[in-house]
């Protein structure tokens, strides 16, 4: 028991020396109030504002606006009013606008690397069935040296053959993981082993020389089916599918739509025959003369909960108005979903984007693409 109070008695002893050395020094505990005590305060001068020519002329040289010249005024804070004041005279008879921000916008960027072991590493900055579409399209136009054998895109590759060097390929595309738009290629050969020979680099060079630099189509984004594609018209639209049906949706002015759908129609090769307005179908004829019936219908996409806080209606949901059209036959069965979207394909690339030019007629050469790069801009449902 004694042995216990005197080591009690030790400890309190011990905490109480400690706390008094560390009281006896400046670095522990001291008394702040006496900081500024042992150290002098300075203070900064005042910011100097520079006199102005008003209150001083002799100040050189002197920055004096011009004077306000006629059309040169703006009454109205508007982008597209300064826009047009800053554009040389006659740029829009000359130059397409539209054109040219949608050309800028999709120009296909890569990167050609090698890694530690001398394989060519294509990187194409676009969504993987975009880059599929780009890739097999630049095997497909090769020299006569390199053919296209097999495209196998369960395993995400394609398979050519070298006639100088007598040997088959695969050439591999992979997803870049957490990277929304990016995609890599590399080749390997048939025991699916690197590829690091001068041949072998050469063939993924050729392929990112027939890449680099291209413009996204319209055709290809509607092939992909990846995302809306914006029109200059005042809508948007996409080919949608799941398992159970194919869709052509629209998001936009109703009559434009509909306008634009007709001219689209007759332009895939297909017969517009009549509307049945009451059932809000079209009935159309393709080349074959097999009859379809295209059925147009509203439906309401609803995002991600809270997506829109002021929406208590719909449980804080957003909404988006869309026109959806589906594939039918003549006895009003709905179609398979792989032959209604072949259908809605053919129709989606026709789709107009732009405005026709002077002579009425929409140039085929501008139908490129303004694809929104959100995930919530995508149909999902």
């Not at 309190?12 to 505990?29: D, E, N, Q, Y």
């Not at 002015?253 to 634009?260: G, R, V």
């Amino acid at each position: 028991m004694e042995f216990r109070k005197l080591r009690s008695a030790s400890v309190v002893a011990a905490a109480l020396i400690s706390l008094v050395g560390c009281s006896s020094t400046s670095s522990f505990f001291r008394n702040r109030d006496f900081d500024y005590a042992r150290d002098s305060v300075t203070q900064n001068k005042p910011l100097e504002i520079p006199k102005s020519i008003s209150s001083d002329p002799t100040i050189t040289p002197k920055l004096v606006m011009p004077d306000e010249k006629a059309g040169m005024a703006f009454t109205k804070p508007e982008y597209q009013q300064s826009q047009q004041a800053l554009l040389p005279p006659g740029y829009e008879d000359t130059y397409n606008i539209a054109y040219l921000q949608q050309n800028q916008l999709h120009i296909v960027d890569t990167k050609l690397d090698f890694d530690h072991d001398n394989q060519a590493k294509l990187t194409i900055y676009e969504p993987y069935e975009i880059s599929w579409l780009l890739v097999q399209k630049a095997l497909e136009n090769q020299k006569e040296d390199i053919k296209l054998r097999q495209i196998d895109k369960e395993n995400g590759r394609f398979v050519i053959s070298d006639k100088a060097v007598k040997q088959s390929y695969y050439v591999f595309l992979a997803h870049v993981s957490n990277a929304f738009r990016k995609t890599e290629v590399s080749l390997f050969d048939m025991n699916e082993k690197p590829v690091t020979s001068k041949n072998g680099n050469k063939v993924i060079e050729n392929i990112n020389n027939r890449i680099k630099g291209k413009t996204v189509t319209q055709s290809m984004l509607v092939s992909s089916g990846f995302g809306f594609i914006s029109s200059s018209l005042g809508f948007k639209f996409q080919v949608y599918s799941n398992k159970k049906v194919a869709s052509l949706v629209f998001v936009g002015d109703q009559k434009t739509i509909e306008k634009a759908l007709k001219q689209a129609i007759e332009k895939a090769g297909f017969t517009y025959l009549a509307y049945d307005e009451k059932n809000k179908t079209i009935l159309v004829k393709d080349k074959q003369n097999h009859s379809y019936l295209l059925y147009l219908y509203d439906y309401t996409q609803n995002g991600a909960l809270f997506s829109d806080m002021s929406n208590w209606r719909n449980f804080f949901r957003e909404e988006q108005k869309q026109l959806r059209v589906s594939v039918f036959d003549t006895k009003q069965k709905l179609l398979p979903v792989k032959k209604g979207r072949d259908i809605l394909v053919m129709i989606g690339k026709a789709i107009p984007i732009t405005k026709p030019d002077d002579n009425g007629k929409s140039d085929q050469s501008m139908q490129q693409i303004n694809v929104s790069k959100t995930n919530t801009d995508k149909t999902d449902g």
